[in-house]
């Protein structure tokens, strides 16, 4: 083989990151085979004591396999098994093709790094569970096109972003539910020509069903697709997190204060205090984006079956993963170690006529339809910005000049607290909503999905 071909053709540098789930799925494929009758029962031992102490070693020896020459993952495992046994090791791969051996190692592997970031996510979700119960009561101004709109309790700002994660947490179990599907056994792509048996082998290896095509089998990776894009929305989710983060901690804003175990300072400027924790979680978004629209492209024109592409799967599943533990480990230490500035979120509240709506809904209950309530009171917002006064400021005498509807209880309406409580459909800000709401996400996250029971990659 051509030198530089060689090496272009390698993937050890990169799958061998499967060697355990390589291990254990050729453990289980060997009993397959001596009860298939093509393995001796001496056979089967001397393999799995071979393959076990591969895998001892692999666990010890961070360098096992850094110096290793061999193409792939499988054929380290098998050299060295060979090594260590000698001819029985050779039979091992009876059957077996390294393309259902990969679809088999990819599904293991993905089954436990799916617990993972269910875990980050609870995680974080905690946190900000954490920080709601904290602030249940502080009111904050809440925001459209980045301009100040209606108060808002933070508490219920802080659960949007738990419904976000919540959402994202449902999306990998999907992912884990479709990577659950056991393709061993479908060989290079027309199944397995000495009758072992693909469920003993499903129940050997936890998976709840087997795959029903071979074909398919062998050259599918939706799964990976599923959990990159899962992973893509989760750090979409974070990015936009972090953008709020950074925007409340600015010094116009400043009711957040970042931790200074987040944060960094200026190499030029000694007052400086920057979201390097926020802004590398904003820009690791693209990142997994990126790995989501490569996995795309490769898939796109292959025809079935195996590919020697799909070789290129693997980078986009590891840098995912990781990226998407460290960012979740990250975002936990900022939510977690982030301070609100009650008094500033308060004066937040002043001025912007942030109570315009609620004086617009007071005339809607005295009679008045809604458009022509609108209306009247962006006149009166007006009057107020050319008065630079606020419109609790503006005497009942003037209010009644624009309309006899006005009485004194209007100041009732165009307090804050009024207003949250006003809002008390499912799902608003008000705060009884909001402590059912508290209630209701603390229930869930004691629930365990299936995908969190082995979460060791």
Request: charged share 30%; with cysteine; hydrophobic share 40%.
């Amino acid at each position: 083989m051509d030198e530089a071909f060689e090496r272009f053709n390698a993937s050890l540098s990169m799958d061998r990151r499967l060697i355990l789930e390589d291990i254990e799925g050729s453990m289980a494929y060997a009993e397959a085979l001596e009860q298939a009758g093509v393995l001796s029962p001496q056979e089967l031992r001397r393999i799995q004591e071979g393959l076990g102490e591969i895998r001892d070693r692999a666990q010890r020896d961070r360098g096992f396999l850094a110096e290793a020459k061999d193409e792939d993952v499988h054929s380290f495992v098998e050299a060295r098994l060979v090594e260590i046994i000698g001819e029985a090791g050779m039979k091992l791969h009876t059957g077996r093709s390294r393309n259902d051996q990969v679809a088999l190692d990819t599904r293991l592997f993905l089954k436990k790094a799916i617990g993972q970031v269910q875990q980050g996510l609870k995680g974080l979700m905690g946190e900000l569970l954490g920080q709601a119960r904290r602030h249940r009561d502080l009111v904050i101004p809440g925001y459209t096109h980045l301009r100040k709109a209606q108060p808002i309790l933070l508490a219920h700002y802080l659960l949007a972003w738990f419904e976000m994660f919540s959402r994202d947490r449902d999306r990998f179990e999907d992912c884990f539910r479709r990577t659950d599907c056991m393709p061993l056994g479908a060989g290079a792509l027309a199944g397995n020509a000495f009758g072992v048996d693909r469920e003993a082998l499903r129940k050997k290896l936890n998976f709840s069903r087997i795959t029903s095509n071979s074909l398919d089998a062998v050259s599918d990776r939706d799964y990976l697709v599923d959990f990159v894009g899962a992973g893509s929305l989760t750090l979409v989710h974070l990015s936009r997190l972090a953008e709020d983060l950074i925007f409340f901690s600015t010094p116009e804003c400043g009711w957040i204060e970042l931790s200074d175990e987040v944060t960094t300072g200026s190499s030029l400027m000694p007052q400086k205090k920057n979201p390097d924790s926020l802004e590398l979680l904003r820009g690791k978004s693209g990142r997994v984006i990126g790995n989501l629209t490569r996995l795309l492209v490769l898939l796109k024109g292959l025809p079935l079956t195996y590919n020697k592409d799909l070789q290129e799967d693997k980078e986009a599943l590891f840098d995912t993963l990781d990226t998407l533990l460290d960012c979740l480990q990250v975002a936990q230490a900022v939510v977690r170690t982030l301070e609100v500035d009650a008094g500033a979120a308060r004066k937040a509240l002043e001025g912007d006529f942030m109570t315009a709506t609620d004086l617009a809904d007071y005339l809607v209950r005295k009679g008045m339809p809604f458009r022509e309530a609108h209306g009247l009171v962006g006149r009166i917002v007006l009057e107020c910005e050319g008065r630079q006064i606020g419109l609790s400021e503006l005497p009942l005498s003037r209010y009644r000049e624009f309309s006899s509807l006005f009485a004194e209880d209007l100041f009732q309406a165009l307090s804050v607290r009024h207003g949250i409580e006003a809002r008390s459909v499912p799902g608003g800000t008000a705060p009884e909503r909001v402590a059912e709401a508290l209630s209701r996400a603390e229930q869930s996250l004691t629930l365990q999905n299936p995908s969190e029971r082995g979460t060791s990659v």
